[in-house]
């Protein structure tokens, strides 16, 4: 099994050839292709939905093409329908940085969480990986989270408990959340304290009335500046940046939180 740290420099070393704004007629880039084939490579089943950025399906030339990537592990007891999503976002604002914690580290970390729950599969619940585009855009209606937004209001994932979007995974030991979960503290069995971050896909998420919460995590020394909006927080204000790099990555830190990931997934079964 390949770890979320391995994934993440091989990531990190895919040459750029896109940004979260750029037209792209075939949105399935480096980035996407590397996801795409662990996930093949795994033996995970996924979906491809591709989309354009009006959130109407145009096929207008020269609106940018979008793509998210969803993958399902069912649940041991078959006729459970409730289900919980994971996701992270996998565009970038600035190619030609690593952009290793925002928000590659993420999607690794959800890599490895994935093979993980394959190989014991959580049994009263179905977990959905989802590695959503189109964050960097900052849109309520045109982002990968909108459009996952919606086919959960549709039913298409199930009765979906709670969705857990990562942000910035790379190093900390410090667990956060932007929204209250219930049971989410308890399943993970750290201190998971509700602070305030930046925009995200769980912001977007929960405007369309699906419940969901920012999971990160930060040195403990950092914890602070997100409790008080009028204190910068250095791991946030790295993104975009080119010291976002893997020098700044801890793998024992994402081993950790995969780990806790794993305990979240499997929520009550233990």
């Known amino acids: 099994m390949k770890t979320s740290y391995e994934h993440l420099t091989a990531m990190c070393a895919l040459p750029p050839d896109f940004n979260a704004f750029s037209p792209q007629p075939d949105p ?15 033996g995970a ?23 998210n990537i969803i993958a399902a592990v069912p ?31 993420s999607c690794c970390n959800l890599l490895e969480l994935l093979e993980r729950l394959m190989a014991d599969v959580p049994l009263n619940r179905r977990t959905y990986i989802v ?14 989270s909108s459009r996952l937004a919606r086919l959960i209001k549709q039913g298409g994932l199930g009765d979906v408990k709670h969705c857990i979007n990562l942000e910035l995974t790379g190093f900390g030991r410090a ?45 403990y020394q950092e914890l602070d500046s997100l409790r008080n909006r009028r204190i910068g927080c250095p791991t946030w204000a790295r993104c975009h940046q080119p010291s976002d790099s893997l020098a700044l990555i801890s793998a024992p830190d994402m081993a950790r939180f ?3 990931l794993e305990r979240i997934a499997h929520g009550e079964d233990g």
């Open 75 to 105: 649940a041991g007891n078959l006729v459970s329908t409730e289900s919980v999503v994971f996701l992270a976002h996998h565009d970038v604002r600035v190619p030609e940085y690593q952009n290793a914690n925002d928000n590659t580290a």
């Open 131 to 144: 590695f959503t585009d189109a964050e960097e855009i900052v849109s309520y209606t045109q982002s990968g």
């Open 175 to 219: 667990l956060y959340c932007d929204h209250k979960i219930p049971g989410l503290a308890e399943a993970a069995g750290v201190s998971v304290p509700v602070v305030h971050t930046p925009f995200s896909d769980a912001t977007i998420l929960r405007h369309w009335g699906v419940p969901a919460t920012v999971l990160g995590t930060l040195p």
């Open 258 to 260: 995969v780990r806790i």
């Open 45 to 67: 089943i996924h979906d491809i939905d591709c989309f354009d950025a009006t959130g109407d399906d145009s096929k207008e030339e020269g609106i940018p093409r979008f793509v």
């Open 28 to 42: 399935r880039n480096v980035r996407v292709q590397y996801l795409l084939n662990a996930l093949a490579e795994m």
